[in-house]
């Protein structure tokens, strides 16, 4: 079955930086958009970066422009989110699923990775 799995949160102080990683399976990884997705307390869950199959495009919400980017590796299966110059405002539960306008398996979110920025 499908199955994400992120990984490479923590606790970091404003203007820090963290690498997150995404283990996806039960799909042909390589075939499909990508893209990650943050929820913070008493919000909805939105979306911040997305990359195409083969890595060609991106994009990013307003928010995380030049700070965060998004990058994926077809062997390993696996996709990334670069963040830099954190900000309190980053703060949430980052997860990451298949697509890139929406995801394509909203009854298989995985765990996600909790991120803190903090001082």
């Known amino acids: 079955q499908v199955q994400f799995v992120e990984s490479g949160g923590g606790l970091v102080q404003p203007g820090g930086s963290l690498r997150l990683s995404c283990a996806a399976s039960?799909?042909?990884?390589?075939?499909?958009?990508m893209s990650w997705y943050r929820q913070a307390p008493g919000k909805e869950r939105e979306l911040v970066a997305a990359i195409t199959a083969a890595g060609s495009t991106t994009k990013y919400v307003d928010s995380v422009k030049g700070r965060f980017t998004i990058s994926r590796d077809n062997v390993k299966n696996m996709v990334y989110l670069q963040m830099s110059s954190l900000k309190a405002e980053d703060t949430a539960v980052y997860y990451c699923n298949q697509g890139y306008d929406s995801p394509s398996w909203k009854g298989s979110w995985g765990q996600g990775t909790q991120v803190t920025v903090s001082s």
């Open positions: 039960g799909f042909i990884f390589s075939w499909y958009a």
